[in-house]
């Protein structure tokens, strides 16, 4: 096909004053053409080989809007065509290349060319936004002419993890909507889904080997009202008296993982330890410091003193846990949360003492007074340091599993404390200075600022459905940079990139889940993927008007900004 020249415009034509198509995230690199090409009874699509799936997906984006049959060929006439090509990398291999696609456009033909089938994959969505938003009904729409204008775009991302996370541990949500949020992630090009799935509220994973911990885990016997969560008066609490919970089976996993691989989407699981352990400790007792004391699954949001004891046995069925979850999710990535870990109890259990002791982590003779009454250098009374390293050695234990099986440990930043384990991943909530000491260290690093990323915050100073607190506005989102600033280029490439997280102590149904989610992950899916250097907010706001035309045609339940 005749290929647009990119370089006879880029050097004078920026990428918002050419584009008008609204495509989100946007390109890296596009030229717009005169002119454009329209779909219509004769087109085939041809993709062959390893390509012909993406031809068979691109198909079914697109015949239930327009009514056309586009059959996918392995061969086709030059003209009226959709080609889709998988091609050798012959740029360098530098960030994103992989993922990265070509898409020209001309009367003729379409042709999308790509090194890897991902970044076909990134093109077809592209593609998709390219086209009227009817297109994204799932029904044929009359009187349209869809045609795709002429463009020259050439496409790779900025960052390698560009992700979206999700808490169902404080609220069960059904597996529908989960396809439906990994749809929405393929159509902005995202690529991690981070799938919170323990919690002191609920556990979610069906293990076999320990069912306990989904029956019993799984389900709490009453949620405190938003309302009355104040935990600061729990005098004040009121509850709904209504059963809340549910748990995925290893079936329903196993289908969300193919869901997810289908478009090109990594499932991270997160199965949190020590801390955040309260419905497993109520499954399991003889997990907890104090086996004779009753717990229940927690009813009320906050950080609880409930902690995994350390012994050989609790490690040894943690590590069990661990290998279960490896056999459910392929992914490299494996979250084992260590976050707002309170070591109260730790700090009144002589069997954690012992534990100190023998790790030579406190002097032999140490008593629990000693831990307990542990002053720091100006005499105020403050947290034994021996703790903090009694939870670095519990971590650096999941992190030599997790690296004798191939897999990778990824923490909350507070694994930082006590000395880090050898080959985690730091993902940052608190802040950059944790993220400049890890990718300093040599460690890699995923951005997650509460400040900017944690969409269980406010979008708006207006009226809003009852919260979590917190004030995060579209333009700030659009405004973050996941690489702070001062590092050097080569600790910078420990930034492996960022996500959203959506925290649910207040989102207990889909439609509330999308409300705090869309668009501000639409804001951080350009960050993630687009150039730094072409960010325009008003220009964004100005596609971001458009795109929401799609959202609706989908059916998000969208902040309405």
């Excluded at 993890?161 to 902005?188: E, N, Q, T, Y």
């Excluded at 207040?506 to 951080?524: D, G, S």
Aim: glycine share 10%; aromatic share 8%; net charge negative.
């Amino acid at each position: 096909m005749r290929r647009i020249a990119l370089a006879t415009l880029l050097a004078t034509c920026t990428l918002t004053g050419l584009w008008s198509q609204a495509v989100i995230p946007a390109p890296a690199r596009l030229l717009r053409g005169q002119g454009g090409f329209t779909l219509g009874p004769g087109t085939v699509i041809q993709a062959q080989g390893d390509a012909r799936p993406l031809g068979e997906t691109l198909a079914g984006y697109l015949r239930p809007a327009t009514g056309l049959p586009l059959p996918v060929q392995d061969a086709a006439a030059g003209r009226d065509v959709l080609r889709l090509v998988l091609e050798p990398r012959t740029g360098p291999d530098g960030a994103g290349a992989a993922e990265g696609y070509r898409l020209d456009v001309d009367a003729d033909a379409v042709e999308l060319r790509a090194p890897e089938p991902a970044g076909l994959f990134h093109g077809l969505q592209t593609l998709r936004q390219l086209l009227p938003g009817q297109i994204f009904r799932a029904a044929q729409v009359p009187g349209v002419a869809w045609t795709l204008p002429a463009v020259a775009i050439e496409d790779r991302p900025r960052f390698p993890w560009r992700g979206s996370h999700l808490d169902v541990g404080r609220h069960f949500l059904p597996m529908a909507f989960i396809k439906k949020h990994l749809d929405l992630m393929a159509l902005h090009k995202l690529n991690v889904f981070h799938w919170h799935l323990t919690e002191d509220q609920g556990w979610r994973l069906e293990l076999l080997r320990h069912p306990l911990l989904a029956q019993v885990g799984g389900w709490r016997r009453e949620t405190v009202l938003p309302e009355f969560s104040r935990v600061d008066f729990p005098d004040q609490m009121r509850f709904d008296h209504t059963p809340c919970g549910g748990f995925y089976t290893q079936d329903d996993v196993r289908e969300i993982v193919r869901y997810a691989a289908d478009r090109f989407i990594t499932v991270v699981p997160e199965i949190e330890l020590p801390g955040h352990c309260t419905a497993a400790i109520a499954a399991c007792p003889e997990l907890g410091n104090d086996p004779g004391r009753p717990v229940e699954v927690a009813t009320r949001w906050g950080e609880f003193e409930t902690v995994f004891n350390v012994e050989d046995s609790t490690l040894a069925l943690l590590k069990d846990v661990l290998d279960e979850t490896l056999e459910l999710f392929p992914s490299r990535y494996i979250h084992i949360g260590g976050d707002e870990c309170p070591k109260t109890e730790w700090a009144h259990s002589e069997r954690a003492l012992a534990r100190m002791i023998s790790c030579g982590l406190v002097p032999p003779g140490t008593t629990l007074a000693d831990i307990q009454q542990y002053r720091d250098a100006g005499g105020k009374p403050a947290e034994h340091p021996a703790l903090a390293r009694l939870q670095s050695w519990f971590i650096a234990q999941m992190d030599a599993h997790l690296t004798a099986r191939g897999r990778h440990l990824v923490g909350w930043d507070e694994i930082l404390e006590g000395g880090l384990a050898e080959g985690a991943t730091v993902m940052c909530w608190r802040g950059e200075s944790g993220a400049v000491a890890a990718a300093r260290a040599g460690h890699d690093v995923v951005m997650a600022p509460m400040d900017t990323t944690y969409f269980s915050q406010y979008e708006t100073r207006g009226p809003e459905p009852l919260g979590a607190g917190g004030f995060i506005p579209l333009d700030q989102v659009y405004a973050f940079d996941p690489v702070p600033a001062g590092l050097a280029p080569g600790e910078a490439g420990h930034i492996l990139g960022a996500e959203g997280a959506l925290w649910t102590e207040f989102v207990a149904t889909p439609e509330r889940a999308e409300y705090q989610l869309w668009p501000r992950l639409a804001a951080l899916a350009e960050v993630l993927w687009s150039p730094a250097g072409d960010r325009d907010f008003p220009a964004f706001r100005s596609r971001l008007d458009q795109h929401l035309k799609r959202l609706d045609a989908l059916d998000v339940a969208y902040h309405p900004q």
